[in-house]
């Protein structure tokens, strides 16, 4: 969890930023495109459920909801990655 204090917000943007700089260097910096895109990819999902639990405060949601929403978020990524990886 990322803070309930009234600095947690703060905490939580910049955590987004710091997670977002590390994509922009993967993107960059990275010569496998393949492992590039998959890091993206797992950064994104980090970032997604940092938004769930902080903003959108699933962590108070009943167990069903808040497992529907944490393995959407992670198959999509999953299923991004494995297209890409299937497309010629």
Known sequence: MI????????????L????????LVAAEFVAERH???AAIMI????????ILVRFMEVDRAPSA????LYGWSLG???AVVALW???P
């Open 43 to 50: 950064i994104a999902a980090a970032k997604t459920l940092i």
């Open 16 to 23: 987004l930023l710091l997670i977002s700089a590390l994509s």
């Open 85 to 87: 990886a299937a497309a």
């Open 76 to 78: 999509v990524a999953g």
């Open 65 to 68: 909801i808040r497992r529907y």
């Open 35 to 37: 492992v590039a895109i």
């Open 3 to 14: 803070g309930l204090d009234a600095s947690g917000p703060r905490n939580a943007w910049l």
